[in-house]
């Protein structure tokens, strides 16, 4: 018997575009591994989430706070997910500490996380580059605080074990 491939659906809550790439990435490492998967904005996607065996959301992080569409979406999804296994992400800390250690999500993230009871959470490097528009960001660039702070092998590993852990569940699942 075939195994089943499990349908993720990777969403994802950003102003400059860096956290849709790692979902993005995380996308296409979950497909690589055997998963059918949808990556869309959190603010695309619509009421009904039934067709999803599992869920991931993440969220560009803003003075402390989860993207608004990405909130917005695991609110929706905490009274839809009946069951459904949830992973979360946040990117955010312009620097290389989210390579270098685990960093525990914002309070705002850290509630979501119990409320949907998630199976992990992981806050992974952002980028803020000379292209990002408004005052605040303008001001990070030119004071030399911008830049890449990406991991994508870090990205990779972690959709890597969300992968392994979905295929063991799907085959638990099949009759026989």
């Not at 989430?49 to 990405?70: Q, T």
């Not at 905490?78 to 459904?84: D, E, K």
């Not at 409320?115 to 806050?123: F, G, K, Q």
């Not at 408004?134 to 994508?152: C, H, L, T």
């Amino acid at each position: 018997m075939e195994r089943s491939q499990p349908r993720v659906l990777v969403a994802y809550g950003t102003k400059y575009g860096a956290t849709g790439e790692i979902a993005d990435h995380i996308g296409d490492t979950l497909r690589q591994a055997g998963c059918t998967v949808d990556v869309t904005a959190a603010g695309e996607v619509g009421p009904d989430l039934s067709a999803y065996d599992a869920l991931v959301i993440g969220g560009a992080l803003y003075a402390g706070r989860w993207h608004r569409d990405a909130r917005r979406l695991a609110r929706r999804a905490r009274a839809r997910s009946h069951g459904r296994p949830v992973w979360l992400f946040s990117s955010g800390p312009l620097d290389d500490s989210a390579a270098r250690r685990d960093i525990d999500p914002v309070p705002g993230v850290r509630r979501l996380v119990d409320r949907l009871d998630a199976r992990e959470h992981v806050t992974f490097g952002g980028r803020l580059d000379e292209n990002a528009r408004g005052r605040m960001a303008r001001m990070i660039v030119n004071s030399g605080r911008g830049g890449d702070f990406r991991d994508f092998d870090q990205i990779t590993a972690w959709a890597e074990g969300i992968a392994r852990e979905l295929l063991a569940l799907s085959d638990t699942a099949r009759p026989g």
